[in-house]
């Protein structure tokens, strides 16, 4: 079992920039696939960007592409989403996640199966 813990959500200027990290109790999370999704009010968990375990390949949904990056550390055990040039529309609660499966972008929630709790990220205009 997977204990995954996301943190650096918060307020942030529009054109501002967070940095999310996730990190894991109980296992290493080198063994995995990682992803990040976000939700905001009223809308579907939506995929944001995938790491593969080794973090050779990495992919990044439309949305977000040329502001967010997905990078890990494994040997401190944790995962990063670099946000940049925030925007409100960007606004939502940010979840990390793990994969078993280690092939291919995984865009949907169901293709992982081990969850952070999530963390609060406001951008203001």
């Known amino acids: 079992q997977v204990q995954l813990v996301d943190s650096g959500g918060g307020p942030a200027q529009a054109g501002g920039s967070l940095r999310l990290s996730c990190g894991a109790s109980?296992?290493?999370?080198?063994?995995?696939?990682m992803g990040w999704f976000r939700q905001a009010p009223g809308k579907e968990r939506e995929f944001v960007a995938d790491?593969?375990?080794?973090?050779?390949?990495?992919y990044v949904a439309d949305s977000v592409k040329g502001r967010f990056t997905i990078s890990r550390d494994n040997a401190k055990n944790t995962v990063y989403l670099q946000m940049n040039s925030l925007k409100p529309e960007d606004t939502a609660v940010y979840y990390c996640?793990?994969?078993?499966?280690?092939?291919?972008?995984?865009?949907?929630?169901?293709?992982?199966?081990?969850w952070g709790q999530g963390t609060q990220v406001t951008v203001s205009s």
């Open positions: 109980g296992r290493t999370l080198s063994s995995y696939d």
């Open positions: 790491i593969s375990w080794s973090g050779s390949s990495t």
């Open positions: 996640a793990a994969s078993l499966v280690r092939l291919g972008v995984k865009p949907r929630t169901r293709e992982y199966n081990y």
